[in-house]
C-alpha cells in the first residue's frame, strides 16, 4: 500500500490545500456525529426525567446543529473529493497516453488495444476512486469512530472494553481482503481481454459481415463475457462476506453491552440518559466500521489497477531516442549490411541489405507479398531498429536523430488508409496549421479536388475510418496528406492499387513532378509506377535480387 501511494503522489500535488478542507470537514463530520449521540444523555436525564423547561429550548437547536454540521462536512467533502479525483483522472490518462505514444511500433502490434484503453478507461478509474474518494471516505469514518469511541469511553470506561471484541474481527477480515485482491487482478484481466475483444470485433465488422463471422465471433465473445461474470461472481462472493461478519459480531457485541449496561442502570452506577448515548455511539460506531471494512475490500481493486497502470508507465522503449536534429533536408540515404527480424525467433525480414539513395530519384521496391518492402521502408522511418548494421541519413547514423525530425520530412501513403473523423483539410494537414489555399492545391494535385467539393468543400465531414468515402477516394485524401507536409521523402506504398487508370496516370504525373530536389520511394507492382522510376530493386525473401524486366515491363 506504501508502494502505492508513492507512486501516486505526485498526481495530489497542487489539492494539498483542498485536502486540509476535505480533513476539516471529516472532523466536522466527526464531531457533529459524535455530539449528536452525546446529546441523547441530556435529552433523556434532563427532559424527559427532570422535566427541565430550559434544555426542552434548547437542545432541539443543538441537534439541528449537530446534523447540519454533518451533513454540511459532508457536502464539502464529497464535492472536493470529486474534483481532486477528477483532476487526477485527466493527469493520469495524460501521461499514460504520453507514455503509450512513445513505444515502439512492435509493442502495439504485440499488445491488444483493448487491453491498451482497459487500462486507461477502467483501471485509472479505480485509482482515482483510491486517491480521493476511499482516501477521504477513510479519513472521514476513521475520525468519526474516534469521536464515537470518545463518547462511549466517557459515558462508561468500563462498558467501553467490550468493544475490543470487534478486534478480533480483523483475523478472519484479512484472508478475506488477501482474497478479494487476487480475485481482483483476475477480475480486471478478464474485463481487459473481453474489451479487446470488442474493439477487435468492431475494427473487423466489415470482414466479419463479409463472411458470415456473427455467430463465431457472439459465441468467442460470450466465452470472454462468461468467464468475466463468473470471476466477477466470485469476487462479490468474498468481498460481501464482510458485512455479515460484522452484522453477527455487532450482534453479539450489542448483547452483550445490553445485558452489562442494564445491570448497571437497575443497580443505580449509570444513568439512563448515559446508557443511551453510550448505546446510540455503540450502534452509531457500527456504521463506520462496516464502511472501512468495504472501502479496504474495494480498495484491494485499486491496489491491482495500479500495478497494471504501472507496468506500462515504468515500461521503456527499446527505441533510445537520438539527440541530433536532423535540420538539413534529407539528401542521402544508405544501408549498410542491414538485416533485420521483428522476432528473436522469427526468421529474417530482411538480409544484408546494402543500398544507397539519393534526391532527385523516383525508387520503385518489387516484390512479393512478406519480401520485404514494407519491413523496409519501416526502418527508414525508424518504426524498428535493424537486427544489425546500420542505416544512415545524411551520412549520420538515423539511432543519433531525434524521431520527430526525422519524421517531420517524410511523408508516406500506404495501402491501408487512416481517416481521422473531421473535417477534409483537418485531414489533409493533420498534424500541421491548415492553410485552404495549399490544402486546396495538394488535392488537386492528388485528384481529389472534385469529389470533396461535390461533398460539400474542405469542411466535408469524413467519418471515422473514412466510412463514407470508397476505397480510391480514401487513398487520394492520403495522398493530398503526403503533398501537404512537403517532405523531402515521399513514401508510396501501394498508394494507388485502389485508384483507376485515369486517377493512376494524374497522380504518376503528379510524382514524376514532385522527384526535384525530392526522394519518392513506391512500393508498387503496376508495370506503369516501374516505367517512371530511375531505380527499380526487387526484393525477395528480405534479400536484394537482380532487377530484371519481364517483357510487359520494358
Known amino acids: 500500500m506504501k508502494l502505492f501511494f508513492r507512486r501516486f503522489a505526485p498526481y495530489l500535488k497542487g489539492h494539498y490545500g483542498r485536502f486540509v478542507l476535505v480533513l476539516i470537514a471529516s472532523l466536522v463530520v466527526a464531531l457533529s456525529t459524535a455530539w449528536g449521540t452525546y446529546l441523547v444523555k441530556p435529552t433523556l436525564d434532563d427532559i424527559f426525567i427532570q422535566k427541565d423547561v430550559r434544555m426542552l429550548a434548547i437542545l432541539p437547536f443543538l441537534v439541528i446543529l449537530a446534523y447540519l454540521g454533518k451533513s454540511g462536512g459532508i457536502y464539502i467533502q464529497t464535492y472536493l473529493t470529486n474534483y481532486i479525483g477528477l483532476d487526477i483522472i485527466q493527469q493520469l490518462r495524460k501521461r499514460m497516453l504520453e507514455h503509450l505514444l512513445q513505444m515502439e511500433l512492435g509493442f502495439f502490434n504485440r499488445t491488444k488495444k483493448g487491453e491498451l484503453i482497459a487500462r486507461i478507461t477502467n483501471d485509472i478509474a479505480l485509482v482515482r476512486a483510491s486517491l480521493s474518494n476511499y482516501l477521504a471516505e477513510s479519513i472521514r469514518e476513521g475520525l468519526t469512530i474516534i469521536g464515537l469511541i470518545g463518547v462511549v469511553i466517557y459515558q462508561s470506561p468500563k462498558l467501553a472494553f467490550w468493544i475490543v471484541l470487534l478486534l478480533f474481527a480483523a483475523i ?10 487476487k ?8 474485463n481487459a481481454r473481453m474489451t479487446a475483444r470488442l ?15 456473427e455467430a463465431l465471433e457472439l459465441q468467442a465473445f460470450q466465452k470472454e463475457n462468461e468467464a468475466f461474470f463468473q470471476v466477477s461472481l466470485k469476487s462479490i462472493k468474498y468481498a460481501e462476506i464482510s458485512s455479515p461478519l460484522m452484522e453477527f459480531l455487532g450482534s453479539l457485541l450489542i448483547a452483550l453491552v445490553i445485558y452489562s449496561g442494564g445491570r448497571e442502570v437497575i443497580s443505580g452506577h449509570m444513568s439512563v440518559g448515559a446508557f443511551f448515548s453510550f448505546i446510540t455511539a455503540l ?8 464502511r472501512l471494512v468495504r472501502i479496504m475490500a ?4 485499486a491496489l491491482v489497477a495500479g500495478e497494471r497502470i504501472h507496468e506500462i508507465l515504468e515500461r521503456v522503449s527499446p527505441l533510445v531516442e537520438g539527440t541530433h536534429i536532423l535540420e538539413k533536408p534529407i539528401e542521402h540515404i544508405a544501408f549498410r549490411h542491414v538485416h533485420f527480424t521483428y522476432d ?44 544489425s548494421g546500420e542505416i544512415t541519413i545524411n551520412g549520420m547514423p538515423i539511432a543519433s536523430l531525434q524521431q520527430k525530425s526525422l519524421r517531420h520530412q517524410i511523408g508516406i501513403v500506404t ?28 488535392l488537386q494535385r492528388a485528384q481529389a479536388l472534385d469529389f470533396v467539393q461535390a461533398m460539400g468543400g474542405l469542411q466535408a465531414q469524413l467519418e471515422e475510418f473514412g466510412a463514407n468515402l470508397s476505397g480510391g477516394q480514401r487513398q487520394r485524401i492520403a495522398i493530398a496528406r503526403a503533398l501537404y507536409r512537403d517532405a523531402r521523402v515521399l513514401i508510396f506504398d501501394e498508394a494507388t492499387s485502389a ?4 486517377t493512376q496516370a494524374g497522380i504518376y504525373q503528379t510524382i514524376t513532378e514532385l522527384r526535384e530536389n525530392r526522394m519518392v520511394i513506391m512500393i508498387s507492382h503496376n508495370y506503369e509506377s516501374l516505367r517512371i522510376a530511375s531505380h527499380v530493386y526487387a526484393l525477395e525473401n528480405g534479400r536484394l535480387q537482380e532487377y530484371n524486366p519481364t517483357p510487359q515491363e520494358e
Open 344 to 387: 528473436q525467433n522469427a526468421p529474417l525480414a530482411l538480409q544484408d541489405i546494402c543500398l544507397e539513395w539519393r534526391t532527385n530519384q523516383i525508387i520503385a521496391l518489387k516484390g512479393k507479398s512478406g519480401s520485404g518492402k514494407s519491413s523496409l521502408v519501416n526502418l527508414i522511418l525508424r518504426l524498428y531498429e535493424p537486427t
Open 199 to 213: 474493439s477487435e470485433i468492431f475494427h473487423s465488422i466489415e470482414v466479419i459481415k463479409t463472411s458470415n463471422g
Open 183 to 190: 480475485l481482483s487482478k483476475e477480475n480486471q484481466e478478464t
Open 298 to 301: 474495494s480498495f484491494q481493486e
Open 172 to 181: 478472519p477480515l484479512s484472508k478475506i481482503l488477501k482474497k478479494v485482491k
Open 415 to 442: 495501402q491501408k488508409v487512416f481517416i481521422f473523423s473531421g473535417s477534409v483539410a483537418e485531414n489533409v494537414a493533420y498534424g500541421l496549421e491548415i492553410e485552404p489555399q495549399r490544402v486546396r492545391t495538394c
Open 499 to 502: 485508384l483507376d487508370s485515369h
Open 283 to 290: 450502534f452509531m460506531l457500527y456504521t463506520p466500521l462496516k
